[in-house]
């Protein structure tokens, strides 16, 4: 249906007005391309939008600018106009205003919906609700179309916006036109198939089956498998869709342009004269045949090397032409070979399924100190160039959380992932049914798993060990990412989760500390256990370092190296209370070597972009760098460069030197207590040292952290006696063999906060 002229003008209208109005026209509207999920996929259906969730906390947002803050007292008036379909009864708004500066349940305003799959409308006066935090300037908000969300609903949201009146709000919503415009592209999403209908094909009375695969069941999906056509009315033989490819977790997408009956098959693509070619080209050739873009096979000979013919090329862009893939202008390839890949090229870009690394899964998913961090910026802070400048920052691993996850930018995230090294887990709730929630993206070599969840408690072990254990099996060794409590944690956070209470520095018990990382060890398959421990404080205007900072980081430890699993933390980025501060270079340094004394494998930020402007973290919430950015990434580039010596040993523990009453954060149960290869240590000044047995052979390795508690700003002066006739120092990531002096002691200078990591051959 085409939109009236006079409704296309009021369109117009509110779009001019959008960086003043804060108005969104979805639906036969131009705000769609602006809509940013959290937890769900945007479809477009014949001008409608369509939200399907993929986890339990499906999110909406748009990006607001500062020209568009609007006064809360002048719009009190929310309305929203939807369409559900689901059993969930409630809606919620989430906002900031100039004194609430984050989405908290302080904004939480929830209101009544029903998912009866009709059109209706929710109108809400904003200051009734008990929080009274209505007030000032709304500077943001979110849309939570239920809360919570089920994967099993699905969410139409027309339009949606702020009013100074019930009464205009009320106009807004009526005057809605949610009729489909079959003149525009739609999509159709089930498990394992995505399906493009171009516009001008669909019409009144249509049956969405009927441009569907009939069974997304297939044996062995490769290159050779495709999408075959039979017309509805039955004429004609049954013919190759050329714009179609099946990965090989069975997910397909291709391209409907008429009703009829669309079903896999593998097709017979034998060729005796191709074994000798890259594999690359292999599949090429084999993609191109199944899709009948190249004829003149003969006796199952291919003839790769021979001249591309004119007929053979002129066929070929005719097929394609028919699907608004234009090769008419692109030179013709010299050889058939040469051909495939230019066709086999041209349908993965138009249908989204093209995958261009350098890098293989097997090297994302190498042993190495990963380095990385929780990353839920703002839309607006999203750019074009996000992941470049953070794999910049010596980051090669990520957890794409919120709008960075959502559909809209999925495929920038995967493609620039693929591209620039970094390993990616994706909260985007695919843990529910693994199998089919990740084929979609399942061969972007940097897909490495999916966020769970934060800080369980003990009585959510065997529930999650469930969902983690079939994840991690039916993936085939991805991660189901969890982050566990700190020690500081008290005795109901570790037993019914975080928020059970806030996270305070409570009277610690390792003890029963170490009982919730034994039993998460036992219970769950992935190779990983990973917390958070964040030790710099400000206290009464002094830097103040967490008193139990290092047996807090020992115990998690000890139940990775007991259960063979990696260790991983996060470490602290920014102060989002005033109590916390933003680390300097020297003291990510330090954080980062007493984590790697203990064998740290795994150092995350949390987090990396702010969500507050007075609480900016590596970037602030508009996107832009700071300071911190600049000290961490000198830190992980020092990092980076020492790692695979570094993951040629394993940890065995750490001891501390000089540990004093007056060192208190130095403090851990179960020391090493003889470690051979180091003699004898002269030092005034306290040290922590990590001990590690060589995997491979009897080297050794070590390092020393300089443990002078940081408001100091002291510098160590460290002389050693090391067992071992090649002792490798590497200073600030630079490999150096030290020589020892004419007492047989090695000399190390450690400033404030700086670590060492030493080989001993």
């Not at 498998?225 to 050329?242: H, Q």
């Not at 710099?536 to 139940?559: F, H, Q």
């Amino acid at each position: 249906m085409k939109t009236p002229l006079l409704f296309l003008s009021i369109i117009a209208s509110a779009g001019t007005l959008s960086a003043r109005e804060p108005v969104w026209v979805f639906n036969n509207g131009p705000d769609a391309k602006l809509i940013s999920l959290g937890q769900g996929q945007l479809y477009h259906e014949a001008g409608l939008t369509k939200l399907i969730p993929t986890g339990t906390d499906l999110t909406l947002a748009v990006p607001m600018g500062s020209d568009e803050a609007f006064p809360a007292d002048e719009r009190p008036f929310f309305a929203v106009r939807y369409k559900y379909k689901t059993t969930v009864t409630q809606a919620g708004l989430f906002f900031t205003t100039d004194t609430l500066t984050a989405l908290s349940d302080k904004s939480y305003s929830s209101f009544s919906v029903v998912g009866d799959n009709t059109w209706r409308t929710a109108v809400v006066d904003m200051r009734k609700f008990d929080h009274k935090n209505w007030t000032g300037t709304i500077t943001s908000f979110r849309f939570d179309p239920t809360n919570p969300s089920d994967t099993d609903s699905i969410y139409q949201v027309s339009r949606l916006g702020f009013f100074p009146s019930e009464a205009e709000a009320q106009r807004f919503v009526e005057t809605a036109v949610d009729a489909p415009d079959y003149s525009e592209p739609t999509e159709f999403v089930a498990p394992l198939e995505r399906v493009l209908v171009p516009g001008g094909c669909l019409s009144d009375g249509f049956d969405r089956a009927e441009f569907m695969l009939q069974s997304t069941a297939i044996e062995h999906p490769s290159e050779t498998t495709v999408v075959r056509f039979r017309p509805k009315d039955g004429s004609g033989d049954e013919s190759v869709i050329p714009l179609c490819q099946t990965n090989r977790r069975g997910f397909t997408r291709f391209v409907a342009k008429k009703p009829g009956k669309y079903r896999l098959a593998n097709e017979d693509v034998r060729l005796d004269d191709i074994s000798s070619l890259a594999a690359k080209t292999q599949s090429a050739i084999q993609f191109a045949v199944a899709r009948r873009l190249l004829d003149g096979v003969q006796d199952r000979k291919f003839r790769p090397n021979e001249p591309l013919s004119d007929p053979a090329w002129k066929l070929a862009v005719e097929s394609l032409g028919e699907y608004d893939i234009h090769l008419k202008s692109e030179a013709k390839p010299a050889t058939r070979a040469e051909a495939a890949a230019v066709l086999q090229t041209a349908i993965q870009t138009a249908l989204g399924t093209a995958i261009d690394s350098r890098y293989t899964n097997e090297y994302f998913t190498r042993d190495r100190i990963r380095v990385g961090a929780w990353v839920s910026p703002r839309p607006e802070a999203i750019g074009k160039d996000f992941i470049e400048i953070y794999r910049s920052g010596g980051f090669d691993w990520i957890i794409a959380h919120g709008a960075l996850a959502g559909s809209e930018h999925r495929e920038m995230l995967l493609g620039d992932c693929d591209k620039h090294g970094v390993e990616l887990v994706l909260g985007d709730g695919a843990y529910q049914d693994p199998a089919v929630a990740t084929a979609e993206y399942f061969d972007h070599p940097c897909f490495a798993g999916t966020y769970v969840t934060d800080e369980p408690g003990t009585d959510q072990y065997d529930q999650l060990a469930a969902i983690c254990n079939t994840y991690y099996r039916e993936t085939g060794g991805k991660l189901p990412y969890i982050n566990l409590l700190p020690m500081y944690a008290n005795a109901a956070q570790l037993k019914y989760g975080a928020s059970a209470a806030a996270i305070e520095y409570y009277d610690s018990d390792p003890d029963l500390y170490k009982k919730y990382c034994d039993s998460f060890c036992r219970k769950f398959d992935a190779p990983y256990i990973c917390t958070d421990i964040y030790p710099l404080n400000w206290i009464e205007g002094r830097r103040v370092t967490y008193k139990d900072y290092c047996e807090s980081i020992n115990i998690i430890a000890a139940s990775a190296r007991e259960y063979d699993k990696d260790f991983w933390c996060c470490i602290q980025t920014f102060a989002w209370v005033p109590s916390k501060r933003t680390p300097t270079e020297s003291e990510f340094r330090w954080q980062s070597y007493c984590m790697l004394s203990f064998g740290c494998k795994g150092l995350l930020c949390w987090t990396y972009a702010g969500d507050r402007p007075e609480c900016p973290s590596l970037i602030t919430a508009e996107g832009q760098r700071t300071n911190a950015w600049y000290d961490a990434a000198m830190v992980f580039k020092e990092i980076r460069k020492i790692s695979d010596a570094f993951v040629r040993y394993r940890n065995i523990g750490a001891l501390a030197h000089r540990c004093t009453d007056e060192t208190p954060y130095l403090k851990f149960s179960n020391p090493v207590r003889a470690f051979p290869t180091i003699e004898e240590i002269q030092c005034d000044d306290p040290l922590l040292v990590g001990c590690f047995a060589g995997k491979d052979g009897p080297a050794t390795a070590l390092t020393v952290v300089n443990m002078s508690e940081l408001e100091a700003v002291k510098t160590a002066h460290v002389r050693m006696k090391i067992a071992g006739p090649t002792v490798v120092a590497w200073p600030r990531g630079q490999r150096t063999v030290l020589n020892p002096d004419a007492d047989g002691f090695y000399h190390l200078t450690l400033s404030s906060g700086e670590g060492i990591f030493v080989e001993v051959e």
